[in-house]
């Protein structure tokens, strides 16, 4: 028995010493964790519990030159609330009219609210949802209901804010306009005025320490901000809300017409540089009938521009002396070819051609055959001085626009390994070759500006509220891409394009314009000509006497079972109608002359009136000869009742002239 306690009092002791020894070793941690890695776990149980979360700045604005929003953010909040936080006397004193003033701005019954705040005080929810995508109008007036005046601490609202990018004109013009966003792999990507002009646009984030609660959310812990956002500036652009819808639906309409893949348009002020108007629209499937701003093709689409590059070749021949416009080719049948042409030919669109003809009338018709061989015949020996021509105009690089994605120029140079025999005489009608639309508008817009090439500008200003942060003043690339005289002959030609050339459907005694119609193959070569078609533009300007605007038009692959691919009859109509608009539709500016000038006839009818308007008049006036409207003002002035039967001069009155007034009666004039 004694050997047996002996062996419990074993086992006690092994137990108390393990006991001792495990409390020596919770107390050395215990004093580790408070002492020497306190400081590690306090900052690890905070950032566990609390954060501090980023406010986004509100985005600065899009305006266009008029004034209209083309981006603005719009701020959404959402509104929950901490049925824990406030007091049981603030609770209950304020659920009631909370209630009432929830269901009177959302529009359930303050029954539903009241259930639903005492349901979330009972189960201590700290999150529950009030309402959803309010507006910041309805935000400030929902912080004002009882209890929710509190604050978040003592009343339990808990707001949370995300913004929302906005285009209140729509989808137009949306790929210059543009976007900047964090895609699904969290890369920042964007494209247009809002990715370009970023650092002025985003502002500057703020910042909200917030506290974990139950279930994983969070909630302020403190009424103010730790560090408010910054706002961003707004940008303003150079867009017509005005110009950009005409140019816009009359691009719409000839794409839906032709059936044509994708297009684009482009207006630009003509001094400044200004894109007063762009729109590039494309189908997302060929399939498709309806177009959408898919890509910017203005910007980004460099192609072979077909005729209306010959604009080049002028400006090279007239400015290089080699030949004036006068200068007489024979087109030999519409088909010409050279023995180092390798047996390939030249072809005029025209069958048959048109005969022996001026260089000036070759550009007008745009005959191929001609333009080949003014072009060939002058510069065959130093085709370098021919390229040396197009490099100096500013064509043979981009034009270093503030967007992504800009298209780059291919001019062949004489030596390296893609020049050849046909290099020159392809480059004269605009093969071979390879610029954005953009840039052939820039060429012509030089001609229209008297050879100054200006570059083309997007935005005009950074502004916060009416103070100029940065102001963007005209570029000038070239400040004269060939001479006045040479510009004074350019300016006749393509006014004669619409007159009597290739776009002599174009022309309107009405309103004057310039310009040169293009009508370009694409991929003739590939896949066996397969995927050939035709590309039409229209480059110009007007009015052509004192340009104000140019203007590009290019449609991408218009169906060809309509019979029609050619520029002045696809892209033409468009330039039409936007110059048309413009000029009808826009208030005139032009001063008038001679305003305070006396006409003898006006100042005899005036001083005519005038005695016969006197208010002492006691008799009834003779006034036959006078205008209806001066007639019928003067008996009302006189305070008589006056019928009137037919338009223009009177040539009988009911009441003859001298009888007495009498108000009481009504006179009644016959016009002639």
């Not at 499937?285 to 077909?306: L, R, V």
Request: glycine fraction near 8%; proline fraction near 4%.
């Amino acid at each position: 028995m004694a050997v047996e306690d002996k062996h419990i009092s074993y086992r006690i002791y092994l137990v108390a010493f393990s006991i001792f020894i495990m409390a020596v070793l919770v107390t050395f941690k215990l004093t580790k964790i408070q002492w020497s890695e306190g400081d590690y776990y306090r900052k690890l149980a905070k950032e566990r519990t609390v954060r501090n979360f980023v406010i986004p700045a509100n985005k600065g604005n899009i305006y266009s030159a008029d004034g209209s929003l083309l981006a603005t953010s719009i701020p959404n909040y959402n509104i929950r609330f901490d049925a824990v936080a406030p007091k049981s006397i603030d609770f209950e004193k304020s659920v009631k009219p909370l209630s009432d003033s929830l269901a009177k701005m959302l529009g359930k019954p303050s029954s539903f609210y009241h259930t639903q705040l005492r349901m979330a005080r009972d189960n201590k929810n700290r999150y529950l949802l009030i309402a959803r995508d309010l507006s910041y109008t309805e935000y400030i007036k929902i912080k004002g209901f009882p209890l929710f005046n509190l604050g978040a601490n003592k009343g339990g609202m808990i707001t949370e804010q995300e913004t929302v990018r906005e285009h209140p004109i729509g989808k137009i013009a949306e790929r210059t306009i543009g976007y900047d966003r964090i895609d699904e792999n969290g890369t920042r990507v964007g494209k247009g005025i809002e990715w370009s002009f970023r650092k002025y646009l985003n502002g500057k984030d703020g910042k909200v320490l917030k506290q974990k609660i139950a279930k994983g959310q969070w909630k302020p812990i403190r009424d103010v901000n730790e560090e408010d956002p910054q706002d961003g500036y707004d940008v303003i652009s150079t867009i017509d809300v005005y110009i950009q819808d005409i140019a816009h639906h009359a691009l719409l309409k000839q794409l839906k017409e032709y059936k044509a893949e994708h297009g684009c348009v482009v207006v630009m002020e003509t001094k400044t540089g200004k894109v007063k108007a762009i729109s590039n629209l494309g189908k997302l499937n060929p399939t498709d009938s309806t177009y959408f701003e898919t890509t910017n093709y203005a910007i980004a689409e460099s192609h072979e521009p077909g005729s209306t590059f010959k604009l080049v070749d002028m400006i090279a021949l007239l400015d290089d002396n080699k030949i004036d416009t006068s200068a007489v080719y024979d087109s030999k049948g519409g088909i010409i070819t050279y023995p180092s042409f390798k047996g390939e030919k030249v072809r005029d669109s025209h069958e048959g051609g048109y005969g022996r003809i001026s260089l000036a009338r070759g550009f007008e018709v745009s005959s191929n055959t001609i333009m080949v061989q003014a072009v060939y015949e002058n510069y065959k020996n130093n085709p370098q001085e021919f390229v040396d021509r197009i490099d100096r105009m500013g064509l043979n690089k981009p034009l270093g626009l503030p967007f992504q994605g800009e298209g780059k120029p291919y001019i062949p140079q004489p030596g390296d390994k893609h020049w050849s025999a046909l290099s020159l005489p392809w480059m004269a009608y605009g093969y071979g070759v390879s610029v954005t639309p953009l840039q052939t508008l820039t060429l012509y817009n030089a001609v229209a500006n008297n050879g100054e090439m200006v570059k083309p500008q997007f935005v005009s200003e950074i502004k916060e509220w009416n103070k100029v942060i940065k102001k963007y003043d005209k570029q000038i690339i070239n400040p004269k891409i060939c001479s006045d005289e040479t510009i004074k002959k350019l300016k006749a030609v393509m006014q004669n394009v619409v007159k009597k050339g290739t776009g002599s459907k174009l022309y309107s005694k009405d309103f004057s314009m310039a310009g040169k119609t293009g009508t370009a193959q694409a991929n003739y070569g590939k896949n066996g000509g397969n995927d050939k078609h035709y590309i039409s533009s229209f480059v110009g300007f007007f009015p052509a006497e004192s340009p104000k605007y140019s203007c590009i038009v290019v449609v991408h692959k218009p169906n060809t079972s309509l019979n029609n691919y050619y520029g002045a009859d696809v892209a033409g109509p468009v330039f039409k109608r936007i110059a048309q608009k413009i000029f009808t539709d826009s208030p005139s500016t032009n001063e008038i002359k001679n305003l305070n000038k006396k006409i003898s006839r006006q100042e005899v009818a005036y001083n005519d009136y005038k005695i016969k308007s006197n208010s002492e008049i006691k008799v009834i006036p003779n006034l036959k000869g006078m205008s209806g409207m001066d007639a019928v003002a003067l008996l009302g002035n006189l305070k008589l009742k006056v019928k009137v039967i037919g338009i223009g001069k009177v040539k009988k009155q009911s009441i003859p002239a001298g009888q007495s007034l009498d108000k009481n009666k009504t006179i009644i004039l016959e016009l002639s």
